[in-house]
């Protein structure tokens, strides 16, 4: 099992000083930054990494989140907040089997003042909240601290009856090698496509509808060759969609139109 640590757009170096040491203190040793605000290699980020430096040279910058977990098979986002239209948070106890079970998990976190956003979240296969009192704003070092102890330290007992969803509200995936982050874009890029092609839906609700069906793929945990399998068949669709169009010349698309009472 291997963890990649992802900070979305850091704006404070020192925060992502100490979440490197945090990540050096629970065995995590990739760290990865999209679209940093801040020199996270200055003398307040290392000063907080303390023996952890070694891991701010070491990490890897992307532009955006997509690039930084196309190579992951689990992506999980973290969130304090429910959020409509996207699957809710699950309890770190739920998400630790799935972790596990992956080859390479990436761990997301977003920037300390907003945390991560809805079309950050959307590339996340699953969405896990840490439990906390009232208030449930976590210091992002925190944040790192507690999920890298959470899937790297703690022991694999049954968690506390107190933290625990009821049944059936978790993610139930096998324990099989999942999908790559970037086959699974592929596919919702591809099933996008053929849902405007078919009128399934159009330009104004296409980001509301592919949503609702990430939530819904997510939960069916695919692997490369279920991908694959699906993805042949939204190509049998254009293809059959696209024959059909071209059998249809314009003057028969004009004699089929009928008009509509009151035209």
Known sequence: MKLAVVLVSPKTSGNVGAAARAMLNMGADDLRIVAPRCDYKDSASRAM???????????????????????????VGTSARVRAELAPPQHPAQVRPLVRAADLTALVFGPEESGLNNADLELCRVIMQVPTAAYASLNLAQAVLLSCYEFLQSESGPPSPGHVPEAGQGPNFPTRKLALSSEMEGLYG?????????????????????????????????SSAEVRLVRGLLRQVQWKVGRGQQQVTPSQARQSEVALPGE
């Open 190 to 222: 591809h099933l996008r496509d053929v849902m405007m092609l078919t009128g399934y839906t159009d330009a104004v609700r296409a980001r509301h509808t592919l949503r609702l069906w990430r939530v819904a793929l997510d939960r069916g945990a695919f």
């Open 49 to 75: 990494a303390v023996h952890a430096s070694p891991l701010l040279e070491s990490a890897q910058v992307y532009t955006e989140l997509r690039e930084a977990i196309q190579d992951c098979d689990l992506v």
